[in-house]
């Protein structure tokens, strides 16, 4: 007689990674009670402070100019640190063989649809119809194209409301909130001798690692104002502005040029390929 069936795998559940400066306990403080509140499992990832990083090493990180005009100015000592907490998140991701992550920065606050049961069932999404790397969880942006649903939103906020994958769109960049599947780091970590731009730009070139990013609909979390909690994680990014009228002048025409050939690798394909080759 055949023996029965193994049951399916069942999916990992949720894990977070919340990163937090070590000086910046009163946000820890905050943030603990919400993630404590949703019922998930959360670490603390300590945040990389990188103007505590020697001269030496933050050059080596960042080259200017950019190699293939990637960026158009230096990164700040605060983005380098920013993209370096971001990074040791997907290699716990790679490194502990999770299916999926939730990766937050110490600045979110949740809307109310954002419960345990819709955050599963968006980590759950990643190997489903329409699988993707990075899922990101705040600022769906302004003509975003909807590629498929993962059911309806679940709780008394919302209840009923589509609960949908996006893609594209228009809108300002930030990496307060985003899962990351098991797919997704092992593409995001890899050969990473430079960090030519800040994190919430580099997932913008899904091109480069073949990532497929999408958007969840509705939100469910939101970046807190700065007279709460201001992000000084990778803060310091618009300093050029204040630069000498020459040195800024050429500031704008390296960012122009990034912008055109942004636009050129995103919409007829131009960009670099496969830089894991």
């Not at 920013?82 to 502990?96: D, G, N, P, T």
């Not at 990351?180 to 890899?190: D, E, Q, W, Y």
């Amino acid at each position: 007689m055949a023996s029965p069936a193994p049951p399916p795998a069942q999916p990992m559940p949720l894990h977070v990674f919340l990163i937090n400066l070590d000086r910046s306990a009163d946000r820890l403080a905050r943030c603990a009670p919400l993630l404590d509140a949703l019922g998930v499992t959360w670490e603390r990832v300590p945040g990389i402070e990188g103007k505590r990083l020697d001269a030496a090493r933050l050059a080596a990180l960042n080259p200017h100019p950019a190699p293939h005009g990637e960026w158009f100015r230096p990164l700040t000592p605060g983005e380098i640190g920013c993209f370096l907490s971001h990074l040791r998140c997907w290699q716990l991701i790679a490194e502990r063989g999770l299916d999926c992550a939730l990766v937050l920065e110490d600045d979110f606050q949740t809307h109310d649809i954002c419960t345990l049961q819709n955050l599963q069932a968006l980590a759950d999404s990643a190997t489903g119809a329409h699988p993707w790397d990075v899922l990101k969880l705040t600022r769906l942006r302004q003509g975003a194209k909807r590629v498929g649903s993962v059911g309806q939103v679940s709780g008394d906020a919302g209840q009923g409301t589509p609960l949908a994958l996006c893609f594209g769109g228009k809108g300002p960049e930030d990496g307060t909130a985003y899962l990351v599947s098991r797919r997704g780091a092992a593409k995001l970590t890899p050969k990473r001798e430079h960090l030519l731009r800040p994190v919430d730009f580099e997932l913008k070139h899904h091109w480069e690692r073949d990532l497929t990013v999408y958007s969840a609909s509705p939100d469910l979390f939101w970046q807190v104002g700065a007279d709460i909690a201001a992000s000084v994680i990778g803060g310091g990014r618009a300093e050029y502005r204040d630069y000498p009228p020459l040195r800024k002048a050429q500031v704008y025409l390296r960012k122009h040029r990034y912008h055109m050939r942004f636009w050129l690798a995103n919409k007829l394909g131009l960009g670099r390929r496969n830089v894991l080759g």
